[in-house]
T-cell receptor, first 111, second 116 residues
Framework: GENVEQHPSTLSVQEGDSAVIKCTYS??????FPWYKQELGKRPQLIID?????GEKKDQRIAVTLNKTAKHFSLHITETQPEDSAVYFC??????????FGTGTSLTVIP | KAGVTQTPRYLIKTRGQQVTLSCSPI?????VSWYQQTPGQGLQFLFE???????NKGNFPGRFSGRQFSNSRSEMNVSTLELGDSALYLC???????????????FGSGTRLTVV
């Protein structure tokens, strides 16, 4: 089955700096890659996703890049703010019905 | 539009007992997936139901089972509870195939199960 690895497990950045979280996947058939943000005590929420026919996608301060050849994708958050502090999960799917998640990155934005 | 509702929010059970968790998806969503979330393992896929049929299954023992009703509500059952089953159990609903929509999964708030 699919194996998704996520790095780093923890990340601290100064407010205003950029944060980058990287994930690799093993199944070349995976073609949908969402990112979820989970604040403490809350449910995971989809923040951005990318499909395999696209190399990059942006939504305001958030961007995701995908390298299908290398089988890795990354989340980029620019101009970080304290409210960006949360756990971020990447995921991969080839069916859209079953997802394999990374183990999460705990991001702390220091004011 | 109501979100994904999971009940109960918290449960404490004794080793060896069984437990049933419930998930009501967003109205119109026909797919319900279940995940186990633990600090060390992240989110691990249990199974997915679509139109009352189990469509996908993760690598969990047979003690973990589920079902889906005609109104798309789903239940998950864990028998012969073990200490290692303590986790947050999340369900997520979608229209059926997230890749065909722009909405992805919508997760519920989860049921926190503690086995003592």
């Amino acid at each position: 089955g699919e194996n998704v690895e996520q790095h780093p497990s923890t990340l601290s950045v100064q407010e205003g700096d950029s944060a980058v979280i990287k994930c690799t996947y093993s199944d070349s058939a995976s073609n949908y890659f969402p990112w979820y943000k989970q604040e403490l005590g809350k449910r995971p929420q989809l923040i951005i996703d990318i499909r395999s026919n696209v190399g990059e996608k942006k939504d305001q301060r958030i961007a995701v890049t995908l390298n299908k050849t290398a089988k890795h994708f990354s989340l980029h958050i620019t101009e970080t703010q304290p409210e960006d502090s949360a756990v971020y999960f990447c995921a991969a799917s080839k069916t859209g019905n079953q997802f394999y998640f990374g183990t999460g990155t705990s991001l702390t934005v220091i004011p | 539009k109501a979100g994904v509702t999971q009940t109960p929010r918290y449960l404490i059970k004794t080793r060896g007992q069984q437990v049933t968790l419930s998930c009501s998806p967003i109205s119109g969503h026909r797919s319900v997936s279940w995940y186990q979330q633990t600090p060390g393992q992240g989110l691990q896929f249990l199974f997915e139901y679509f139109s009352e049929t189990q469509r996908n299954k993760g690598n969990f023992p047979g003690r973990f089972s589920g079902r889906q009703f005609s109104n798309s509500r789903s239940e998950m059952n864990v028998s012969t509870l073990e200490l290692g089953d303590s986790a947050l159990y999340l369900c997520a609903s979608s229209l059926g195939t997230v890749m065909l929509t722009n909405y992805g999964y919508t997760f519920g708030s989860g049921t926190r199960l503690t086995v003592v």
